[in-house]
């Protein structure tokens, strides 16, 4: 979809989906997301009495910098609506639905919060480490990870025809 909104010269929602991907954060926790924080390469989130620390990527923040200097934003939230504005979790679900045909995407299968379930997939993939993931996303009980790691049932016969236990 990143593609396609590109395409379509949709410069924030590529951005915005690039930043959930890879930073892992809930749609919710996009107003984290500053000028400051694309600055000093990290952002705190302060929810359920828990602090997480949020790193940035040095590409990530390269790109927000740009990004905020091209629409004039000298500090605060970078994700704004026209008016100024912090983007409702409403507004990104509309944004990315509105791509989704033209990305051949059925609309009814895209949720903001997918990205967050890439991000743990592909995270989990690189360091097997289900302990390492929850605490990044700020989970505190590993079965709550779990569910971002459940793989479909076409994906786990996959994995079991390449044990080749048959001879």
């Not at 593609?3 to 379509?8: A, D, F, H, V």
């Not at 590529?14 to 984290?32: G, H, P």
């Not at 989990?124 to 480490?129: P, R």
Request: proline content about 1%.
């Amino acid at each position: 979809m990143g593609n396609t909104s590109r395409k379509q010269g949709k410069e924030r929602l590529t951005l915005l989906m690039e930043t959930i991907c890879a930073t892992e954060i809930r749609v919710s926790e996009v107003k984290y997301i500053t000028v400051e924080a694309a600055r000093q390469g990290k952002t705190e989130i302060s929810m359920k009495g828990k602090i997480r620390v949020i790193l940035l990527t040095t590409k990530l923040c390269r790109k927000l910098l740009k990004f905020a200097k091209k629409q004039k934003i000298t500090s605060g939230v970078l994700f704004r609506t026209q008016s100024g504005r912090n983007l409702s979790r409403y507004q990104i679900w509309a944004e990315l639905k509105s791509i989704s045909e033209k990305a051949e995407v059925e609309p009814e299968k895209v949720f903001p919060h997918n990205f967050r379930h890439l991000f743990a997939t592909v995270f989990y993939e690189a360091c097997k480490d289900i302990v390492k993931l929850a605490d990044v996303l700020g989970h505190s009980n590993i079965e709550t990870t779990r569910i971002y790691l459940l793989t479909s049932g076409k994906e786990h016969q996959r994995q079991i025809d390449r044990l080749r236990l048959v001879l």
